[in-house]
């Protein structure tokens, strides 16, 4: 099975912290993706890693910043967290050859 | 205008019943159809994957995709308690790396 694990289920923040969601999945699979869920917004792109090394910003990059410094791990960077970046944060990836993509079980980040 | 339309519900069903989800596209480059069950503060899980047109039945869950209509479905037959959810389709094109998603419909199964 495809396992995409999410370092952290919950976290709460202060404003202003800089903070770390870390994502690493088993399936030696090329692209990687950070996704925000909000109520009523549905999934939103916030960054995608197609390669090491590689990124490419998504519909809502701004206030983030992502690492892929080794294939199996990518890692969301809030630089300076605000309240408006509480949100549900879903990893998810998918191989290039293929059309499904698997997610982790999401962070629920709280920023106070 | 959005290329994937999903009703977001609530939709509140009673145990036993026959449950249709459905997702329209605008974009005809879509040939890989997929559906996400999410519970509550759960990431999506692969529920059903599809290519081009026609169906495909796993159990109580089957997917159709009508590509003409540029319309697709999700049914559960003898709909369970433990199928309440937000569903999410998704849908992507040959060669492409990024999944479009719907807005996902939340779904109540009453017992």
């Known amino acids: 099975d495809v396992k995409v694990t999410q370092s952290s289920r919950y976290l709460v923040k202060r404003t202003g912290e800089k903070v770390f969601l870390e994502c690493v999945q088993d399936?030696?699979?090329?692209?990687m993706f950070w996704y925000r869920q909000d109520p009523g917004l549905g999934l939103r792109l916030i960054y995608f890693?197609?390669?090491?090394?590689?990124?490419e910003k998504g519909d809502i990059p701004e206030g983030y910043s992502v690492s892929r410094e080794k294939k199996e791990r990518f890692s969301l960077i809030l630089e300076s967290a605000s309240t408006n970046q509480t949100s549900m944060y879903l990893c998810?990836?998918?191989?290039?050859?293929?059309?499904?993509?698997?997610f982790g079980q999401g962070t629920r980040l709280t920023v106070v | 205008q959005k290329e994937v339309e999903q009703d977001p519900g609530p939709l509140s069903v009673p145990e036993g019943a026959i449950v249709s989800l459905n997702c329209t596209y605008s974009?005809?480059?879509?040939?890989?159809f997929m559906w996400y069950r999410q519970y509550s503060r759960k990431g999506p899980e692969l529920l059903m994957y599809?290519?081009?047109?026609g169906n495909k039945e796993d159990g109580r869950f089957t997917a159709q995709v009508d590509k003409s209509s540029k319309y697709i479905s999700l049914f559960i037959r003898d709909s369970q308690p433990s199928d309440s959810a937000t569903y999410l389709c998704a849908m992507i094109g040959q060669g492409a790396q990024k999944l479009v998603f719907g807005q996902g419909t939340r779904l109540t199964i009453n017992p």
């Open positions: 599809t290519y081009s047109s």
């Open positions: 974009n005809s480059a879509f040939q890989y």
């Open positions: 399936m030696d699979h090329e692209n």
């Open positions: 998810a990836s998918k191989s290039s050859g293929g059309s499904e993509a698997f």
């Open positions: 890693s197609y390669d090491v090394k590689m990124k």
